[in-house]
T-cell receptor
Framework: AQKITQTQPGMFVQEKEAVTLDCTYD???????LFWYKQPSSGEMIFLIY??????QNATEGRYSLNFQKARKSANLVISASQLGDSAMYFC????????????FGQGTILTVHP | NAGVMQNPRHLVRRRGQEARLRCSPM?????VYWYRQLPEEGLKFMVY????????ESGMPKERFSAEFPKEGPSILRIQQVVRGDSAAYFC????????????FGPGTRLLVL
């Protein structure tokens, strides 16, 4: 079984500052993938970033980077230079080698960016 | 190059009625996934389908819920005799064969049961 835990129900950040959203995971699969999605108030799910368990380097996509610490089973999302448009719900998710297509999501973190 | 399409975007049903949610995958995608998001919660996997096959339905409630992905036409998630607890956002995602980790999500259908 896989489990994703996001312990921060809500986070606040000042515009232009960096923020880290926490995510820990648990799985018995030797091979897995980790994702972050953004869900703005309009409700759609927007893919942000992906990290494979065998990737040596942390994934980066523009202002988003994934701080992957395999031994700690953590996959924190770092957003640099926050913008007002970053205010949204953020979900961490994973897929395991044996779950074959089934994404497991965390409970989400609401990020609010203040001007 | 249309993305994943879902319709209707919003659906209102009275208790006991049937709800039919449709999902058209992206062009070239033959794998479809359905997820449910209850209020204030993350998405929960329901079912994974390929054309004419159910691959994994471990997240589907045992009663009243069914899903299909016919050879032609969209995938359908059907909820019979809806109850208030079925009120949620239902998301569909699709992927190419062999790329199950790369799932593209539709905009979701918001179901409200009165």
């Amino acid at each position: 079984a896989q489990k994703i835990t996001q312990t921060q129900p809500g986070m606040f950040v000042q515009e232009k500052e960096a923020v880290t959203l926490d995510c820990t995971y648990d799985t018995s699969d030797p091979s897995y993938g980790l994702f972050w999605y953004k869900q703005p108030s309009s409700g759609e799910m927007i893919f942000l970033i992906y990290q494979g368990s065998y990737d040596q380097q942390n994934a980066t996509e523009g202002r988003y980077s994934l701080n992957f610490q395999k031994a700690r089973k953590s996959a924190n999302l770092v957003i640099s230079a926050s913008q007002l448009g970053d205010s949204a719900m953020y979900f961490c998710a994973m897929i395991g080698g044996t779950s074959y297509g089934k994404l497991t999501f965390g409970q989400g973190t609401i990020l609010t960016v203040h001007p | 190059n249309a993305g994943v399409m879902q319709n209707p975007r919003h659906l209102v049903r009275r208790r006991g009625q049937e709800a039919r949610l449709r999902c058209s995958p992206m062009k070239g995608h033959s794998h479809v996934y359905w997820y449910r998001q209850l209020p204030e919660e993350g998405l929960k996997f329901m079912v994974y389908l390929q054309k004419e096959n159910i691959i994994d339905e471990s997240g589907m409630p045992k009663e009243r819920f069914s899903a299909e992905f016919p050879k032609e036409g969209p995938s359908i998630l059907r909820i019979q005799q809806v109850v208030r607890g079925d009120s949620a956002a239902y998301f569909c995602a699709s992927s190419r064969p062999g790329s199950q980790e790369t799932q593209y999500f539709g905009p979701g259908t918001r179901l409200l049961v009165l």
